[in-house]
């Protein structure tokens, strides 16, 4: 049951990626240096990365009753499940058209946003320090480079967790590739940290 929780994380995380890199690549009039993975939700396959935000929401679940059983350690299975929790979150409230996505969106940010991208606000950022919150629990119970990897990754998420709010709010031109980065870093170890447990 362990292996089979732990190959179910690891997969949705590499999904996710893939999914996400794949749709932005092809998706007319989405810029993935700008716009942020959610703007991925709207439009008429907007439906693609709702069901990937929820397979990722189901895969946290699984990865985290994974670590649980096998580095016994429920800090880091509840913070787990707190990041599924966020992704499920994501993926059933969108966020609102702006910023030039979809086609016609205004260019900018709107003035009055709806509650639906209220909670996609909330969500995103419990979602990334739920992550990094896991790391820092599961730091003390790895040994050796794996402990040392969790650490560095711990850093470089709340870093770029940081860094891609201020994007955000800023609207800055590289926004989405700063979340790009941040999502590959611990999709990245949630994958590796599977397969070292197997």
């Not at 480079?145 to 609207?171: E, F």
């Not at 979340?179 to 940290?193: D, F, G, N």
Request: aromatic share 8%; charged share 10%.
């Amino acid at each position: 049951m362990t292996e089979t929780l732990l190959i179910v994380g690891m997969a949705a995380a590499a999904v996710f990626v893939a999914v996400l890199l794949i749709e932005g690549a092809l998706r007319p009039g989405y810029d993935p240096v700008y716009h942020a993975s959610s703007a991925l939700s709207l439009g008429d396959r907007g439906w693609i990365q709702v069901a990937n935000f929820l397979q990722l929401g189901v895969g946290a679940f699984a990865i985290a009753f994974g670590i649980h059983h096998a580095l016994n350690s429920d800090v880091a299975a509840v913070l787990m499940a707190i990041a599924g929790l966020g992704a499920i979150a994501a993926g059933v409230w969108r966020m609102d058209p702006m910023r030039g996505y979809p086609p016609g969106a205004q260019s900018g940010t709107p003035t009055t946003l709806t509650w639906n991208h209220q909670i996609h606000d909330i969500a995103g950022p419990t979602t990334f320090l739920a992550i990094f919150g896991a790391c820092l629990a599961l730091a003390g119970r790895l040994q050796g480079l794996w402990r040392v990897y969790t650490i560095l990754t711990a850093v470089a998420g709340l870093a770029l967790t940081i860094s891609t709010l201020i994007a955000w709010r800023k609207n800055a031109r590289n926004t989405g590739l700063i979340q790009r980065a941040l999502i590959l870093v611990y999709c990245s170890w949630i994958v590796l940290l599977g397969v070292h447990l197997l």
